[in-house]
């Protein structure tokens, strides 16, 4: 009632911009309407209840988080476009083997890193379907099929021991049967579990990343680009390394088994299935041929993006950004890199030019016609790109300001102060448990949307380093692991026909424990160092203007 109807000590913009941020909630929760068409509700109301000028609502859909995003994508998606991605995840396979717990670590470990850099609904649905064949492969049924014949003739004969061994026969198969839909189950889960954990390694990896960047450039602007690629990747890929390996031991202990014969073969030579296996995904590599022209190039292209934003700023030196441009490392940023490498897509041909005659006889092509298309054309682009989520992040960005702007920002902080009485250590673990919980039901952007602002109007309140909570929360709004609907990759394994929901929701529970225990791990120990979180930075100090 106070947020719609404010106190005399409150604001009237303040309960308006708290009723936006509240409908927004429902909606996105409830998914009344698409995502991105929730997002563009403040476009509408911030302007009608009088909390902002439609031209700075406006202003919050393309900053320069969102462009970084539409850059980062844009290379992702000439990945997709050249099978890249499929090579690198064959290649791996072909490396690790097909035991049963390597087949499982291949298969986590190169989701997980595709996931880093492409869509994690995008590595999902590519590796489902090499998942699926190497395991009807591996599970391929050649046992005998007249048990029943047999324990008739025993019958007849009244001979007991054959129908004791017939029944034996059965129990054997039936319970062979079971394990290897245990172990379908498994890998499966493994594959979409990788794909969410894979994401929070890279600032680009995932939707909550990029909306914790966002924020702190809105509320805080002068943070001192304390997060960026390099700071990002020194903090998250470890926690990736060590959620990845528990989850790899929790599954293999839960849907595979301990037997080191059976799981890693130890002792004992492939059998036929195995090989058969294993000739599936050569083949399935085989057909790839050998890496084009255009391949080769767009991995140059992805390499020096990793490159150059890894030696922007890599804080323990003076970066190129520095150098350079003897000015501010902000000056230029990740986006300007981003979309560096994206344009340079659009004007690199995909065939190799006259002087490459070496390449020239790998394609026909080429004498065909005198000009070859670029890497990435716009019909690509606009076919693969999820529009959707640049809204999104640009509704994130919109209820920041508002909340800002009103003074909401303020007053959200002021009824927090009582939480100075607990220690910062169990206010993070509390509220990470409620982002994971509140990230099952709805979409992890939206998630991260809704509660960073709320949790950095705290940590000014308690004098606490914004980034000590706003950092496991974001992490934490990726743990979606219960659910079918609580991400794409859970929805797409999902719809394989091998999994219950209550095969997902026991599973989940360890993963969402596993995943909280690594991220307060990560923020008490080297995220103290990096991002400096034993003191309340000056930048955090601001006043919010009313």
């Not at 994508?73 to 097909?98: C, D, F, P, T, Y």
């Not at 025993?154 to 172990?183: C, F, I, R, T």
């Not at 002068?222 to 990747?233: E, K, L, P």
């Not at 004498?367 to 640049?390: C, E, F, G, Y």
């Amino acid at each position: 009632r106070h947020l719609v109807i404010p106190s005399p000590n409150a604001l009237p913009c303040e309960g308006a911009c708290a009723y936006v941020i509240a409908l927004m909630a429902i909606y996105w929760c409830t998914e009344v309407l698409p995502l991105a068409v929730t997002a563009l509700l403040p476009t509408v109301l911030f302007p009608v209840l009088g909390i902002m000028e439609s031209k700075d609502v406006c202003m919050q859909y393309l900053k320069d988080t969102n462009m970084l995003f539409v850059g980062g994508l844009m290379v992702a998606v000439a990945v997709e476009h050249w099978n890249l991605h499929k090579r690198i995840a064959l290649r791996v396979l072909l490396l690790v083997g097909v035991r049963p717990a390597l087949l499982m670590l291949g298969f986590m470990g190169v989701t997980a890193f595709l996931s880093m850099w492409i869509s994690n609904t995008a590595t999902t649905a590519m590796m489902v379907p090499i998942v699926q064949a190497v395991l009807d492969q591996l599970h391929n049924n050649t046992t005998q099929v007249l048990r029943f014949d047999v324990y008739l003739l025993g019958l007849v004969s009244l001979n007991p021991a054959a129908v004791l061994e017939s029944g034996q026969m059965e129990l054997e198969e039936l319970s062979d049967e079971e394990e290897k839909k245990k172990m379908s189950k498994g890998i499966l889960l493994s594959v979409c579990y990788a794909a969410s954990i894979g994401g929070i390694a890279t600032l680009t990896g995932t939707g909550p990343n990029l909306v914790l960047l966002g924020q702190m450039n809105q509320l805080f602007p002068h943070n001192g680009d304390v997060i960026n690629f390099a700071s990002w990747f020194a903090f998250s890929f470890p926690i990736m390394l060590l959620t990845l390996t528990l989850a790899w031991f929790w599954l293999q202990f839960l849907y595979i088994g301990c037997n080191l014969k059976k799981t890693w073969g130890c002792g004992k030579t492939p059998s036929e299935k195995e090989r058969a296996a294993y000739e599936v995904i050569q083949e399935e590599h085989r057909r790839l041929g050998s890496m084009t022209y255009g391949e080769a190039s767009v991995l140059a292209l992805f390499s020096l993006m990793v490159a150059l934003w890894f030696t922007r700023d890599p804080r323990f030196m003076a970066g190129w950004a520095t150098t350079t441009f003897n000015s501010d490392a902000e000056f230029v940023t990740d986006a300007t890199v981003a979309l560096f490498i994206a344009i340079l897509l659009f004007v690199f041909p995909s065939e190799p030019p006259r002087f490459l005659c070496f390449w020239r006889k790998q394609t026909d092509s080429l004498s065909r016609r005198d000009s070859a298309p670029p890497l990435l054309t716009w019909q690509v682009t606009q076919k693969k790109m999820p529009w959707n989520i640049v809204l999104l992040l640009g509704g994130g960005f919109t209820l920041a300001k508002g909340s800002e702007e009103s003074g909401l920002s303020r007053w959200l902080g002021a009824q927090m102060t009582p939480l100075h009485s607990i220690p910062p250590s169990a206010i993070a673990v509390i509220l990470c448990l409620l982002v994971a919980t509140f990230t099952e039901c709805a979409s992890n952007v939206a998630t991260a949307t809704l509660f960073l602002p709320i949790l950095a109007s705290m940590s000014q309140s308690i004098g606490l380093n914004p980034l000590y909570v706003m950092i496991p929360c974001t992490l934490s709004a990726s743990m979606a692991f219960m659910l079918p609907v609580a991400t794409p990759p859970n929805a797409i394994v999902f719809s394989s026909g091998f999994l219950k929901v209550s095969d997902m929701a026991k599973t989940g529970v360890v993963m969402n424990i596993i995943g909280i225990c690594c991220i307060t791990l990560a923020i008490n120990s080297w995220g103290r160092f990096l991002f400096h979180l034993d003191s309340f930075p000056s930048w955090a100090n601001v006043t919010t203007p009313v």
